[in-house]
């Protein structure tokens, strides 16, 4: 899928991607990776052990992850520019603390920046803003004019670009 993904947005057959890197509920068994235990059992890990499973799916999906990027960052884009730094790429989950399912905190990762976000930094936001305010932040910054995203997504971050 990365490759398909890279070359779609090198010739300009997409602008627009969403990539499941693997379902987590039902199921998915990662016994090709040395873990013997489906991913969401594995992420309600309750000792060391079920931890290191965890935590080997998970840098195991990261790796796709870095491997997409790394695709995209090889491609030419714009002058003097990458497909990758052309590409807002949006990584997160749907929880924070995986073994209570906590909605906050949630990680996520921001590459490319499509020109309109400065990029090699951490942000940290106090006060737990909804992921919401991220894509209306993304929205706006690629100029469309919404006015809010989903329920709570109603203001934009601040220093993103």
């Known amino acids: 899928m990365n490759g398909l993904i890279a070359t779609a947005f090198q010739c300009d057959l997409s602008r627009v991607v969403s990539h499941m890197l693997g379902h987590a509920f039902p199921s998915r068994a990662y016994s090709f990776i040395g873990v013997n235990a489906k991913h969401h059992d594995a992420s309600h890990y309750f000792d060391d052990t079920g931890k290191a499973g965890y935590l080997t799916i ?24 990458t497909v990758l730094d052309d590409t807002m790429v949006v990584l997160t989950s749907d929880c924070g603390e995986s073994r209570t399912h906590d909605h906050r905190h949630l990680p996520v990762l ?29 929205l706006r910054a690629l100029g469309a004019a919404a006015p809010s995203f989903g329920a709570e997504g109603r203001a934009v971050l601040p220093d993103l670009a």
């Open 58 to 81: 998970v840098q195991w999906l990261m790796g796709v992850v870095g491997d997409l990027l790394a695709r995209l960052d090889a491609l030419p884009g714009g002058p003097g520019r």
């Open 110 to 138: 921001l590459a490319g920046g499509a020109g309109v976000f400065r990029m090699g930094r951490h942000l940290a936001y106090e006060g737990q803003p909804p992921i919401g305010n991220l894509y209306l932040s993304i």
